[in-house]
């Protein structure tokens, strides 16, 4: 009988072995099933904290840009309000030559002849001065 106790204590054993056997491979497959999914967490998270540091890079870039066509837009009104000022001011100033009474003014080419004129003309004779002789002989 020792012999069958034996042979049954063996059996058992061994549906115990292949039990922890069992349970060992499925733990195996759990533990290889979890270490995967906290690889892809890993990486996903690892892809998400890459597209925030993009995305703020993006964002500082963008600030930066409006920044740049804000001082843009500001120097652009600024010229165009003392452009406006400078137009205001010279028609105030056609508005008062308008009001004032208008010299009369010798066409253009009317006054260059007289200055061609004045040029050509000799100067005054100083009063009492008589006309010089000649030196030479007449005849």
Known sequence: MKLNELKE??????????????????LQRSAKAAKAKTEQARLQHKRIRKAAKQAKKLAVAAEEQAREQRRAW??????????????????????????????????????????????????????????ATPAGPTV
Do not use: D, I
């Open 74 to 131: 500001e120097k652009a009104q600024k010229r165009v309000s003392k452009a406006l000022k400078k137009l205001a001011k010279t028609k105030a100033v056609g508005a008062k030559k308008a009001a004032q009474p208008a010299a009369k003014k010798l066409p253009s080419n009317t006054r260059r002849t007289q200055k061609s004129a004045v040029a050509n003309q000799s100067p005054p004779a100083a009063p009492g001065a008589e006309k």
């Open 9 to 26: 204590a063996a059996a058992k054993a061994q549906q115990v072995l292949q039990l922890a056997e069992r349970k060992a491979a499925e």
